[in-house]
């Protein structure tokens, strides 16, 4: 399993969402970083919601991480 993150360039909250994600995981998880404006179902779900974190297919969070969240997670990943 790994989070997911629906971004885009330039996206200043999608580049703090992923360093605070990235620190947080510290390689307990995999991070696929997918840019949405590299294909078109992306873009038309996520444009003006990014950065938008999934696990498993289910919102974790979007705008901002939700640290909680992200540890419920690992947490089960610890066991």
């Given at each position: ?43 038309r779900?996520?444009?003006t ?31």
């Amino acid at each position: 399993m790994a989070f997911h993150v629906y971004s885009r360039r330039g996206c200043h909250l999608c580049e703090q969402l992923l360093e605070e994600l990235l620190s947080l995981v510290d390689g307990r998880a995999e991070i696929e970083v997918r840019d949405i404006d590299t294909r078109e179902n992306w873009r038309r779900v996520y444009d003006t919601r990014v950065p938008v974190l999934e696990y498993d297919g289910t919102l974790v969070c979007q705008y901002h991480l939700d640290r909680e969240a992200v540890g419920r997670i690992l947490k089960t990943l610890d066991i």
